[in-house]
Nanobody, 126 residues
Framework: VQLQASGGGLVQAGGSLRLSCAAS????????VGWFRQVPGKEREIVAG????????FYVDSVKGRFTISRENAKNTVSLQMNSVKPEDTAVYYC????????????????????WGQGTLVTVSS
């Protein structure tokens, strides 16, 4: 499985950005996908996730009501719509995939995911 993250860039605070994670090599079936972010000197943290089997989603409190994770089955793509962005959202964003589809929730750290995209930088200016 290969994951390709894209969509990062520079955006003003209050604006919007849409990140995409495209999978190749295997069709999504019962997988779970998560979006993480990392800033220099800090650990990689989960932001949101989606379980492919039933489409259920979760978000960390800091992005609830602002970010939306969604899937496009036909394109094997998971997107992260980021609205009302804040300077503290500045980070490198990574998508990750859990083959078994059981990782779902903010309690699961990076070590529970099997495949990773290369990361895409999001910079929010104030």
């Amino acid at each position: 499985v290969q994951l390709q993250a894209s969509g990062g860039g520079l955006v003003q605070a209050g604006g919007s950005l849409r990140l995409s994670c495209a999978a190749s090599g295997r069709v999504f079936s019962n997988y779970a996908v998560g979006w993480f972010r990392q800033v220099p000197g800090k650990e990689r943290e989960i932001v949101a996730g989606i379980r492919w089997s039933d489409g259920s989603t979760f978000y960390v409190d800091s992005v609830k009501g602002r970010f939306t994770i969604s899937r496009e089955n036909a394109k094997n793509t998971v997107s992260l719509q980021m609205n009302s962005v804040k300077p503290e959202d500045t980070a490198v964003y990574y998508c990750a995939l859990d083959i078994a589809g059981v990782v779902h929730g903010s309690d699961y750290g990076p070590q529970f995911y099997d495949y990773w995209g290369q990361g895409t930088l999001v910079t929010v200016s104030s």
